[in-house]
């Protein structure tokens, strides 16, 4: 079930995001993680965050306006559609979603290729010095009447 988060959460979406990032990008020093997590812990409650709990968090969405500040899944939970049905909880709220990726992270590079997002923009992080991909999904809403879809 896809929920909206409670501050009860925050430490197993912490878990999450630090195992995720240490797993995901291999290519920056761990201590970077380790050195944001307390800031990044702060600013979380900020995001909104639609956490997936079957019988217990096991992924996180965070959005930012329309930017997807952050997408995590527990190892376990990978490759299940944990991510794709976050993903559409931000698209039914929002008409367009903005995400970046570093290049090296091919995995979520085709995640969100296979979202529906495209490559907009390539640019430098200033943090970590990485290549980056802007990636942009524009959202079509459809109006259901009866049976039909507008």
Known sequence: MIREYKTAD?????????????????FIDPQFFKQNYELVK???PMSTLYVQDLEGVKGFIGITENYISGLFVD????????GK???EKAKQRHNELLAHVYKKNTVAIDFFLSQDFNIVSESINEETGEPELLMRCNVE???KIGK???
């Open 10 to 26: 925050l430490d197993k979406v912490m878990a999450i995001w630090l195992e995720g990032n240490e797993q995901a990008h291999r």
């Open 141 to 143: 809403h459809k109006v």
């Open 148 to 150: 039909c879809a507008l």
């Open 85 to 87: 049905a976050l993903v």
């Open 42 to 44: 702060m600013l979380i």
């Open 75 to 82: 190892e376990a939970f990978r490759r299940q559609g944990t």
